[in-house]
């Protein structure tokens, strides 16, 4: 009876020791060599982003860089560069650095007010006009910002302040190009950061 009740115990201490195990073998979330990828739309998956998923736009965009100041405001301080590189995210943890055409301007407004959320909407919605799609919403991520500390990219000299603001990024897919739109707004300052990058896809 001794040998049995011991044997129970054995297996008792075993068996919790391996759900224990179990447990702990998990990944760990913000550890810096896990990738954790939660989808910021229905584009992104578990093996980063699948481009494929942002449908071609056929609407007639125009001429680059595509938009213009909503009514009110004006674009000041722009710039213009035949190559540049910047990052993209799609969620906390996956970055991606882009090159191509690019624009920025600073957005300010023309009259007495600025209205930070009146801007934004205005914009998304002509993104959305010319086909584009919202691939992030929200502040910067860790990983961008230690690039942007590490790599000290030119764009990021640019912007009125990269580091403590919140992002708007879209996409637009032709047939021919992958036009990058980003908004950083919520500025210590009455202006929005526009940043508009095309990629040759083709």
């Not at 040998?3 to 913000?30: E, H, Q, R």
């Not at 992104?44 to 449908?55: H, I, K, T």
């Amino acid at each position: 009876m001794r040998v049995y009740c011991f044997i129970l115990i054995v297996v008792s201490l075993a068996s919790g020791s391996c759900t224990n195990d179990k447990k702990n073998k998990g990944p760990i979330v913000g550890s810096a060599d896990t990738l954790q990828v939660k989808s910021a739309t229905p584009a992104a998956s578990a093996v980063g982003f699948n481009l494929d998923l942002v449908p071609i736009s056929t609407n007639e965009l125009g001429t680059f860089p595509y938009l213009k100041a909503p009514e009110g405001y004006k674009f000041s301080s722009d710039k213009n560069r035949k190559l540049e590189e910047k990052y993209y995210f799609y969620n906390d943890s996956l970055v991606q650095k882009v090159s191509g055409v690019y624009y920025h301007s600073r957005v300010y407004q023309s009259g007495d007010s600025f209205e930070d959320t009146y801007v934004v909407n205005q914009f998304t919605k002509e993104i959305e006009k010319l086909g584009g799609v919202q691939i992030y919403s929200g502040g910067l991520p860790r990983a961008a910002a230690e690039l942007i500390d590490k790599e000290k990219p030119v764009y990021a000299e640019d912007m009125y302040d990269p580091m403590p603001y919140k992002y708007k990024q879209f996409i637009i897919r032709t047939s021919t190009d992958i036009i990058w739109m980003e908004l950083c707004h919520g500025l210590n300052s009455n202006e929005i950061d526009l940043t508009i990058m095309q990629e040759k896809h083709l």
